[in-house]
């Protein structure tokens, strides 16, 4: 049985690396908003997302955190002011 794990990935890279990460989870997730990306996952695919940002950042000075959710269902989202990306027209 795969087991997924809805993923919210928020980063904070240097200049230099920001637009490799930006590319990279663009083709794992969605773009929710400035260095935000959420999406569902499987366990291998999350192991498989995390060694790959492992090579994209410098950890001495990069940040990458991962929030876990069992469910899209029990997160509530609440925006203030202009929501980025409208998930609900994604196909």
């Known amino acids: 049985m795969v087991v997924n794990v809805?993923?919210?990935?928020?980063?904070?890279?240097?200049?230099k690396r920001v637009t490799k990460v930006c590319?990279?989870?663009?083709?794992?997730?969605?773009?929710?908003?400035?260095?935000?990306?959420?999406g569902e996952l499987t366990k291998?695919?999350?192991?498989e997302v995390e060694l790959r940002l492992k090579d994209l950042i410098d950890e001495r000075e990069d940040?990458?955190?991962f929030?876990?959710?069992r469910?899209?269902?029990?997160?509530?989202?609440?925006y203030l002011g202009?929501?980025?990306a409208d998930l609900d027209r994604i196909i």
Request: charged fraction near 25%.
């Open 6 to 15: 809805y993923t919210i990935v928020v980063y904070d890279v240097s200049v």
């Open 71 to 78: 469910s899209e269902k029990a997160l509530t989202k609440k």
């Open 63 to 65: 940040s990458v955190a």
């Open 23 to 38: 590319k990279y989870l663009r083709t794992r997730l969605n773009w929710v908003q400035n260095s935000v990306f959420e």
């Open 44 to 47: 291998a695919e999350l192991i």
């Open 82 to 84: 202009v929501e980025k």
């Open 67 to 69: 929030y876990l959710i």
